[in-house]
């Protein structure tokens, strides 16, 4: 007797094709998000000092006997006097009181304000500059500054100061802005005028933009293209099952009937979101992830690249981004304000000429 066994096998080819083809494209955008972040080098420590960093502070009126005690910039307030030693970052835009050099000057490095590693000078007024150290006189300034509301120029102030029923006029040159370094100079004493997110440092911090190339925006403009195709396609093929079901599909069977209910505008719907899945592939999805992986054999080419190696400080080319690369072979003209960028500072005798006589080196 032999005994016959039905399998009913159901195989899942709509979610199936629905993972496939999803499958891709999120992988495409976690690989893209995630980009920055995996391909940008270790953050290295950063040359200013974070918001709990250690500043010499003087309390004023605070406690009973007027002293110096270190305290973390994030308690540093508006009116407040702090001191200042060499080789410390400003932690405040203060008005510069004293200082331990003759005339009341001070030098101070603005590189992480304009980019400038020359020393800039800045004096104090000379009433205040009587003050010096002496921490009792210092406690007991009672003048008053009405200067400009926080603004982001760095390089104008206006204000003026009453002291001992005086009005003196402040200027740029009597300001120490937050970012600059004191150097050259023992000690210097400041009065607080903006702090935190008011100083003029932190209203230049603007928030940075996202930088694209020209082949990104190239891409996107035929990727948007063919999306607009794709979709004109399967809108065509779906106003032919349209008039096809209206003519034909009533009445046409193949294996079996057809289901009663099922309208020609519903059968449209279907088959419109059924050819978005079938043509999906027309969309160059991977092209994102090719032009990725070349933009990062291109970036490991710069840094092993031997005629970009720096031999006397022993610096070689580093690719902080691969976002970049392909931008620097459409350079034409480079502008620079300073020639030191292009002569690095090294000045050889040539020729001058000195009242109609040419002199040359021998």
């Known amino acids: 007797m032999k005994k016959k066994f039905k399998k009913k096998y159901e195989i899942k080819n709509e979610v199936c094709g629905i993972l496939a083809s ?31 960093s250690i500043s010499f502070f003087m309390l004023t009126g605070r406690i009973p006997v007027p002293r110096l005690c ?29 200082s331990s050099e003759p005339l009341n000057l001070v030098y101070v490095e603005t590189a992480e304000l304009d980019g400038e590693t020359n020393l800039k000078v800045r004096q104090a007024l000379p009433v205040t500059g009587e003050l010096g150290e002496d921490i009792g006189k210092l406690a007991d300034f009672n003048g008053e500054v009405r200067c400009e509301p926080p603004n982001n120029r760095l390089d104008r102030f206006t204000g003026t100061l009453t002291f001992a029923g005086q009005k003196y006029s402040l200027d740029n040159e009597k300001i120490l802005l937050r970012g600059c370094t004191l150097r050259n100079t023992e000690w ?68 079996l009937p057809r289901e009663d209910g099922v309208s020609a505008g519903f059968s449209t719907f279907l088959t419109f979101w059924s050819y978005i899945i079938i ?9 994102y992830v090719s032009v990725e992986i070349i933009r990062l054999g291109n970036s490991f080419y710069i840094d092993w690249d031997r005629k970009m190696y720096h031999a006397n ?7 902080r981004t691969t976002t970049l690369n392909e931008e620097l072979g459409q350079i034409k003209y480079v502008f620079s304000d300073k020639t030191g960028t292009l002569t690095q500072n090294i000045m050889v005798f040539n020729k001058c000429s000195i009242n109609g006589k040419s002199y040359a080196q021998a």
């Open 313 to 319: 400080s022993d610096t070689p080319a580093e690719a």
């Open 188 to 255: 210097c004493f400041g009065l607080v005028l903006f702090a935190g997110p008011e100083t003029k440092l932190m209203q230049n911090c603007g928030r940075s933009t996202f930088k694209r190339t020209s082949i990104d925006r190239l891409m996107n403009i035929l990727v948007l293209c063919i999306f607009g195709f794709l979709a004109f396609m399967c809108f065509v093929l779906a106003i032919g099952n349209y008039i096809w079901e209206t003519n034909e599909g009533s009445g046409f069977t193949v294996f």
């Open 279 to 287: 043509l999906n592939t027309v969309v160059p999805i991977s092209l």
């Open 70 to 98: 270190s305290e973390t910039w994030m308690n540093v307030q508006v009116g407040d006097i702090i001191k200042l030693e060499n080789n410390q970052f400003v932690t405040a835009d203060l008005l510069l009181l004293s």
């Open 22 to 52: 999803w499958s891709h494209f999120l992988f495409v955008m976690a690989g893209g998000r995630n980009k920055p972040a995996a391909l940008s080098p270790p953050a290295s420590p950063p040359d200013q000092p974070s918001s709990d």
